[in-house]
């Protein structure tokens, strides 16, 4: 069954240390995006991107950086992570360029802690 | 950016009752409007979305309205049963762009 899928799940890290989440998809959806949910601020984006060469920052950018390694491939990098970066992160894709909508199908999502 | 703005943050009601979430936006030019549900512990996904040229859907027991004057759309719910419970977010976007979602709403049906 096509889906998205996100590793880690669950991590837990420490003050100053790089993180990469990781998101691969079998959809054969042309968008990427990465989301970041905090209780009672919904989701809110971080980065995306519309095909392998294009990336482009959301509403929240700053402390993070993305690779998009091929069309199925959307990485999320945290380079020296911090505590108000404990949050669940979720990986999205879309078929624009098939239906024209923008409905987002969800990777089950990555549950960050930063001590 | 949009502003997304949805109320209530929670909302409880018993079980066979009808529940009304609604959200405001502030670009005139937004024209599609998705409405997610992710249960405790899972992903998003959708449940009914609805385009600028149409004033209401209905799917089953869910409908969403849209009023463009207002910049308003809502999400019904009605015979609610307690496998409704879950976080609801709507969301708003401007064709090709990306979709900016509300701060959610937590619903809670008692049997």
């Known amino acids: 069954d096509a889906d998205v899928t996100q590793t880690p799940r669950n991590r837990i890290t420490k003050t100053g240390k790089r993180i990469m989440l990781e998101c691969s998809q079998t959809?054969?959806?042309?968008?990427m995006y990465w989301y970041r949910q905090d209780p009672g601020l919904g989701l809110r984006l971080i980065y995306y991107?519309?095909?392998?060469?294009?990336?482009n920052k959301g509403e929240i950018s700053d402390g993070y950086s993305v690779s998009r390694q091929a069309q199925a491939k959307f990485s999320l990098s945290l380079e020296s992570a911090i505590p108000n970066q404990t949050a669940l992160y979720f990986c999205?894709?879309?078929?624009?360029?098939?239906?024209?909508?923008?409905?987002?199908?969800f990777g089950e999502g990555s549950r960050l802690t930063v001590l | 950016g949009e502003n997304v703005e949805q109320h209530p943050s929670t909302l409880s009601v018993q079980e066979g009752d009808s529940a009304v979430i609604k959200c405001t936006y502030s670009d005139s030019a937004s024209n599609y409007f998705p409405w997610y549900k992710q249960e405790l512990g899972k992903r998003p996904q959708l449940i009914i979305d609805i385009r600028s040229n149409v004033g209401e859907k209905k799917d089953q027991r869910i409908a969403v309205t849209l009023n463009k004057t207002a910049k308003h759309f809502s999400l019904h719910i009605t015979e609610t049963q307690p496998e409704d419970s879950a976080v609801y977010f709507c969301a708003v976007s401007t064709g090709a762009n990306n979709l900016f979602f509300g701060t959610g709403t937590r619903l809670t049906v008692i049997p």
């Open positions: 999205a894709t879309s078929d624009f360029a098939r239906t024209n909508t923008g409905e987002l199908f």
């Open positions: 991107s519309f095909d392998v060469k294009d990336i």
């Open positions: 959809k054969g959806h042309d968008r």
